[in-house]
């Protein structure tokens, strides 16, 4: 399978992302900052993109063995990634939730995301290629995605401690 050990590095980049996740919420420091709206999105926009990467990034192994024809597993596996993309990201978009809670999300991966969700739907339909391409480069922006949702709630924890703490001791 061409391209397979590109596909086994997102996988495992994904792999750790979904590792740095757990130890963020199993932290509980930023769990208990229940009043802050921006915590659970966090979490959400950094560990469901990781695991699409995660999922995806199998389809084309799985589905070369069902199948000889490549062109077709490759746009198969773009139309998976695609759906994917639509049905987590645009809810998230349309309510507002994600581009408020970063503005990097709002100036520079919201147009990446719309970008790569259309270029999946042309890759799958035979619009767009190369279709290896196409389908690796969404993986990308899905862990993108991830690696900058980290960012930003590893700065929302920031924020969250330093709040709470005492601003200094009475001298």
Known sequence: ???????????????????????????????????????????????????????????PELGSMLTNELSLVWRVASAILGTSLAAT???MLFRGEWTDFQPVGKYLLTPLVMASLVAQFLAAAGALGPYQFVFVAGLLVQLTVGVTSFLALVALERRVVNEKEPAGLPG
């Open 1 to 59: 399978m061409p391209h397979w050990d590109l596909l086994q590095t997102i996988a495992a980049l994904s792999i750790t992302l979904l590792g740095f996740s757990g130890i963020v919420a199993t932290t509980g420091r930023l769990l208990q900052a229940a009043d802050d709206p921006y915590t659970p999105i966090a979490l959400n926009s950094m560990i469901t993109p990781t695991l699409i990467a995660l999922a995806c990034s199998f389809l």
């Open 89 to 91: 990201f645009l809810p």
